[in-house]
């Protein structure tokens, strides 16, 4: 199956700061989700990004899948992206279809 | 509203005891699935489900059993639950084909004493 690197595993940021969390995986995927699970355990779409850009807010996303990574941005950091966010490839044919998920990044964000 | 519901949301039981988690979508997707979620482990997929009558093993599911008797909904059946079951089970839906995303539920945190 899918072999998926997250890094870094963990992650400090003084709010109002920028980061980036990246993510690698080892075959060739046609899907790929990035999740935030807050403190209490809830997974949240973030972006489905198979390829390319998004933007959403303060966060975007780029995914290169020829080269087998996913970045995720985080500008301007608040307390409430606190968590951690998680990586997930696929990859989806016929009659057959898994997500695959890193380990994560945990995030803490300090006022 | 288009979502995936779970419940129980907690749930303490005892050993051996049959429980069962239900989960409904209303988005009239094709795919469902569960995932169980431990500390060091992220999330691996139980089972899941390309249709109605179709379910198949995910990558841990010895000890849980599935059915999918109707389109919407997808419980998970722990027939003799252990100890080692307990962990946060996830249960999500998609629609098939390349290009949707998988949406998941909030979370059911089971312990077993």
């Known amino acids: 199956g899918i072999q998926v690197e997250q890094s870094p595993p963990d992650l400090i940021l003084q709010e109002g700061a920028n980061s980036t969390l990246r993510c690698n995986f080892s075959?060739?995927?046609?899907?790929l989700q990035w999740f935030h699970q807050n403190p209490w355990g809830q997974l949240i779409n973030l972006f489905y990004i198979p390829s390319g850009t998004k933007q959403n807010g303060r966060l975007s996303a780029t995914t290169v899948a020829t080269e087998r990574y996913s970045l995720l941005y985080i500008s301007s950091s608040q307390t409430t992206d606190s968590g951690v966010y998680f990586c997930a490839p696929a990859y989806s044919g016929a009659g057959s279809y898994q997500l695959t998920f890193g380990k994560g990044t945990k995030l803490s964000v300090i006022p | 509203e288009a979502q995936v519901t779970q419940n129980p949301r907690y749930l303490i039981t005892v050993t051996g005891k049959k429980l069962t988690v239900t989960c409904s979508q209303n988005m009239n997707h094709e795919y469902m699935s569960w995932y169980r979620q431990d500390p060091g482990l992220g999330l691996r997929q139980i089972y899941y489900?390309?249709?109605?009558?179709?379910?198949d093993k995910g990558d841990v599911p010895e000890g849980y059993k599935v059915s999918r008797k109707e389109k919407r909904n997808f419980p998970l059946i722990l027939e003799s639950p252990s100890p080692n079951q307990t962990s946060l089970y996830f249960c999500?839906?998609?629609?098939?084909?390349?290009?949707?995303?998988?949406?998941f539920g909030p979370g059911t945190r089971l312990t077993v004493t």
């Open positions: 999500a839906s998609r629609s098939l084909g390349q290009n949707y995303e998988q949406y």
């Open positions: 489900s390309m249709n109605v009558e179709v379910t």
């Open positions: 075959d060739s995927v046609n899907n």
